[in-house]
């Protein structure tokens, strides 16, 4: 009689993830819901990022399960690309009767399911809730505002984040500080990230290397910001190699700029895997960019880390990590640049960025469940 029962009182929950950043938030906390049996999963992929390189391998790298949907909706306006989600979404939500949505980071994909979750009064958890840049000419911006608004469980990385969501006015009894989910994932694949893995298409040495990701519209569309950055490239170049993965948007935007590497090199690559990326942070002497994730990647594995952008909305890793942000004026990041190669800042990790974040999410989305029955 008890198995009939936890069959028919099982709950579903559905998982969302749509582009690159999302796919190592998700898997921890997945493979840790899978394990324990207690509801059943679904996996829904927008296909926001849809290249080999920006999706299939992370389910691949990362152990993530076949979607039990993929959206297929790819590149478009924010408009466009929002309104495709959630009119897709909206069908996965209405055949699959979820008691749960479970939504990570700040991308479009993840505005999108908690905008149609809302609607169709589904619960939304929602992974790296209350992060503020305070700058609503980013895009991801816009999408953390309204997700943390709409969510119903904000499951937050840093006391920071729990003090921007109280600050706007969001009840304290829905905010649970959890940590930092990404960390586990870096934690669990850390054995695997060495240098030779990308020897035959990297070849540099280890703590001899700086690491450059940029692909934020504001550093990459105007063509006189990225050539600044190129520059900046070259100067580090003279005294060590620049390996710079390049994302889609940024491939796109260097074919009208005439770039010659100099000095040691800067080596241009397609974007790397999970694990090979994993490989070159973790071994590199200096990271300089523009992405979130990689800010905190840094500060986890003790890196010294430059930050391409004016602001930042993961203070914590400025604060209690590794992180400077110093914006994109070429002087600025080569005196800041020297001076980390110099002095490298001393290694801290933020509380609760401790690889456990996963399990503590579960705990909290178990315990909403089971009050919602
Ligand atoms: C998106 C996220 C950003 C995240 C980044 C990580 C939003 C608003 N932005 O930005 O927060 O940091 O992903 O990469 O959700 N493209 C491809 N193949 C792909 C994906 C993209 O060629 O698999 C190209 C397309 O030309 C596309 C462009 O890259 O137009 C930009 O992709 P898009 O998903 O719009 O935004 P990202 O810049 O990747």
């Known amino acids: 009689m008890a198995t009939s029962c936890s069959l028919v009182c099982m709950k579903t929950i559905m998982h969302v993830v749509g582009a690159r950043p999302n796919f190592m938030k998700i898997a921890p906390i997945i493979e840790g819901l899978n394990s324990r049996k207690s509801s059943r999963q679904i996996l829904i992929n927008t296909g926001q990022h849809y290249d080999e390189s920006m ?4 389910f691949r790298d990362l152990d993530l399960p076949r979607p039990d949907r993929d959206l297929g909706v790819g590149s478009a306006s924010h408009a466009v690309q929002t309104g495709r989600i959630m009119a897709a979404f909206e069908e996965a939500c209405v055949e699959y009767r979820p008691d749960l949505v479970v939504v990570v980071g700040d991308v479009n994909s993840t505005v999108a399911a ?34 943390d608004r709409l969510a119903d469980v904000l499951l937050t990385p840093s006391r920071d984040a729990d003090k921007n969501l109280t600050d706007e006015g969001i009840p304290r009894d829905r905010i649970h500080l959890v940590g930092n989910v990404m960390i586990d994932t870096v934690f669990k694949y850390l054995p695997l990230a060495s240098l030779d893995r990308i020897q035959d298409r990297i070849a540099v040495q280890e703590r001899d290397y700086a690491l450059v990701t940029l692909h934020r519209p504001s550093n990459v569309d105007d063509p006189k910001t990225l050539r600044q950055l190129l520059d900046v490239m070259n100067a580090i170049a003279v005294t060590m190699p620049v390996v710079f993965p390049v994302h889609p948007r940024t491939r796109a935007r260097l074919a009208n700029i005439e770039f010659r590497s100099n000095g040691r090199g800067v080596i241009l690559t397609q974007p790397l895997g999970y694990v090979d990326f994993l490989s070159l942070t973790s071994h590199a002497r200096i990271v300089l960019t523009d992405s979130g994730g990689l800010q905190e990647e840094a500060t986890a594995l003790g890196i010294p880390c430059l930050t391409l952008r004016e602001n930042t909305e993961r203070p914590i890793t400025v604060t209690d990590g590794t992180n400077r942000v110093v914006g994109t004026d070429p002087q600025r990041v080569l005196a800041a640049f020297g001076e980390c190669v110099e002095h490298p800042p001393p290694r801290k990790c933020p509380e609760l960025w401790d690889g456990r974040a996963a399990g503590r999410i579960i705990g909290v989305l178990e315990q909403f469940l089971r009050r919602s029955t």
Do not use: Q, W, Y
């Open 55 to 58: 999706a299939g391998s992370f």
């Open 114 to 147: 908690t905008l149609v979750a809302a609607k169709l009064v589904i619960p939304v958890a929602h992974v790296e809730a209350g992060l503020r840049s305070r700058d609503r000419t980013m895009p991801e911006e816009i999408n953390r505002i309204v997700t």
